[in-house]
Structures are given as structure tokens and as C-alpha cells.
């Protein structure tokens, strides 16, 4: 890693992912879907940062091309000090031993026909765990810390309710004791209450073992409970990043105050039950994104500037950046 940031553990520079759109008789390229177009930012050891944003912003595709399990198009990774899009194939494949993913439906990510044994212990017979024994303490001690019992070793994916296969799912991201978890969607598909007992599960096991988790959630309420800080996308860029009690209290994006000003809070004395604020149009299509600022369509305070200049990632205060025009000239308050 180029400078001494003795805590980061990843560093994201100008990455970007584009998906070919194939056409005509010999299917070559007629566009690009711009799913990611040139995010930065880093992470340092122990955080956790989520990220929020309306599905088809970027935010899943962000987590997986950090992992490369979508391959970038161009940018770097820097993770504990390698650049991980410069690794040979098999250097990648040690390295992701510390770098997993929790995904959103625990019920497609789980072999159906295999036992909870077999499912938490296949990382660790991939990786060279080759006793049957050593694999079932392993994957013994990891159902204990995840709250789970031995009976549920020999068991298959649909004799578990939802909740109790997202917690196979965080035993078996576990495994090879990693340090950056990607949570996709982690507990969008449960319940309310169970999505509660989940979350603390892996704020626990965060502090346990020292964890840095990507938070990727279109629910910011679970975002602003789990995160030290937060990162906001919008068609493929990041257009805020703060500390989780700085964006909540005072968003400085149009973007960032729209979404909050729709998500419930509830305290109804809080400050940030603030006027609803309703956004033109729907989200543009990252295949011919708006030019300028990619927001200015929907902002209600575009200017002329703004469809053709890119505001750029700026900070606004120390920790706090915003790519908004009127945010580096303080024209405006929340
Ligand atoms: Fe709105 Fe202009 Fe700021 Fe974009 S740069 S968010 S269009 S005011």
C-alpha cells in the first residue's frame, strides 16, 4: 500500500465494472451496462461500513467486485497491502480465504442436499483441511458461535427456519477466519425480529474476532445500527460518505437527504423526521447515465452547471465527502 495507514485493511481506487451489452450477427459490444464507475474509498481494520442506496445502484456489484467474484474492468483493490487485481489466479485463491460473503438468501446459497457438516466444512476441505475429524471440531466450534447445536450437524438446509440458515451461512463465511466480510443483503429476507437476533449475532462476532465488515443494505435503519460509517450510491458512484451519526443528523447530498427523508424512524421527536422530500422520475438507466452529475434529472436544486461539469467526491468537513456542487460551496443547509 502506497502510504502508512497502519489500520486500513482495503483501499477501493477509481473501480469500475461494465457488463458488454452484445448485439448484432457477430454479438460483439452495442453498449455497456456502467454498473460501477470509478468508486473509491477505504476500510479501516474492525469497521464496519454500510452501504446504502436503491437496487440497481451498483452496491451489490461493489461488494462482489472487491472479491473479485465479478471481475472489475478497471481500478485497484488494495487489501492488506496487495493489489488483488494484479494477483495470479492462485494467490487470489489464498487470499480469499480472508475475504468472504454473507449473501442475502440463505436458502439458494445453501447446497439442499448437503448437511449443515458438510456445507460449514467445505471451505476448510477446499483449503487443505483434509481430516474428517479436525473439519467436524472445526465446524463443531463454529455452530457454538454462531448458536447452533451439534444435533443440527447432520441436518439438511430445509429442516432450519430462515434465520437459523442465515446463522450456517455467517458459521460457514467464518471458517477460514477471515477479515473483511462482505454482508450482501445479509438479513433482507428475514423477519423483522429474527433480522434483530442476526445483527447482533455478527456485531458479537465482530468484537470476537476482530471482523471489518462491507455492510451492503437498502434499509437504513439496519444500516444506521450496524455501521460506524456510511457510504451512499447512486448509478454506480459514491455520492456521500460520512460517520454514521454525521449523515443520519446532517446529510449534505440532495440524493442522501431524499432517501433518509423516506425511511421511517421510530422516534417521532427525532431530528431526522424532517420533511419528505419526493424525487422527480425514477432512477436513470446506468446504460446511458444522465451526463454531469448523474443525480441532476431528479435534484431539485440542479443548476445549469450541473448537467455538464461531474461534481467530484469532495470532502465538506474532516471524514465527511459529498459529490455535490453546492455542497462545496456551502450553499446550502440541512
Ligand atoms: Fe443536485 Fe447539482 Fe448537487 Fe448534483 S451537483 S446533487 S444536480 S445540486
Redesign the pocket.
Known amino acids: 500500500m502506497p502510504e502508512s495507514e497502519d489500520r486500513t485493511l482495503l483501499k477501493v481506487e477509481r473501480l469500475v465494472k461494465h457488463y458488454p451489452i452484445l448485439g448484432g450477427v457477430f454479438l460483439k459490444p452495442v453498449a455497456f451496462v456502467r454498473a460501477l464507475d470509478g468508486v473509491s474509498f477505504q476500510m479501516a481494520e474492525g469497521e464496519t461500513l454500510g452501504l446504502v442506496g436503491e437496487s440497481g445502484c451498483g452496491k451489490s456489484t461493489l461488494g462482489r467486485a472487491i472479491l473479485r467474484i465479478e471481475e472489475p474492468t478497471s481500478g485497484s483493490v488494495w487489501f492488506e497491502g496487495e493489489n488483488l487485481l494484479e494477483l495470479p489466479s492462485e494467490r487470489m485463491r489464498r487470499i480469499r480465504k480472508r475475504m468472504q460473503i454473507i449473501f442475502q438468501d440463505p436458502f439458494s446459497s445453501l447446497n439442499p442436499r448437503k448437511t449443515v457438516s458438510q456445507i460449514v466444512g467445505e471451505p476448510l476441505l477446499v483449503h487443505g483441511v483434509h481430516s474428517q475429524k479436525e473439519r467436524e471440531d472445526r465446524v463443531m466450534e463454529l455452530l457454538e458461535l454462531v448458536g447452533l447445536r451439534r444435533e443440527h450437524l447432520r441436518r439438511y438446509p430445509h429442516q432450519f427456519s430462515g434465520g437459523q440458515r442465515q446463522r450456517i451461512g455467517v458459521a460457514r463465511a467464518l471458517a477460514l477466519h477471515p477479515k473483511l466480510v462482505v454482508c450482501d443483503e445479509a438479513v433482507s429476507a428475514l423477519d423483522v425480529s429474527i433480522q434483530a437476533q442476526v445483527i447482533n449475532l455478527l456485531k458479537d462476532l465482530q468484537q470476537m474476532m476482530g471482523l471489518t465488515y462491507l455492510f451492503i443494505s437498502h434499509d437504513l435503519g439496519v444500516v444506521e445500527y450496524i455501521s460506524d460509517r456510511v457510504a451512499v450510491m447512486y448509478l454506480g458512484k459514491i ?1 456521500e460518505i460520512a460517520d454514521k451519526s454525521m449523515l443520519y443528523r446532517t446529510p449534505r ?3 442522501t437527504q431524499a432517501l433518509l427523508s423516506a425511511s421511517p424512524v421510530p422516534d417521532p421527536d427525532s431530528a431526522r423526521n424532517r420533511k419528505r422530500i419526493l424525487l422527480k422520475g425514477d432512477v436513470p438507466s446506468p446504460i446511458d447515465p444522465p451526463s ?2 448523474r ?2 434529472p431528479r ?1 431539485p ?3 445549469a ?2 448537467s455538464q461539469e461531474e ?1 467530484p467526491l469532495a470532502p465538506i468537513s474532516p471524514g465527511h465527502l459529498a ?5 462545496s460551496e456551502n450553499a446550502f443547509s440541512t
Not at 459529490?323 to 455542497?327: E, G, S, V
Open positions: 455520492v447530498h440532495p440524493y454531469g452529475c443525480f441532476h435534484c436544486y440542479a443548476m452547471r450541473c461534481p459529490a455535490c456542487f453546492l455542497t
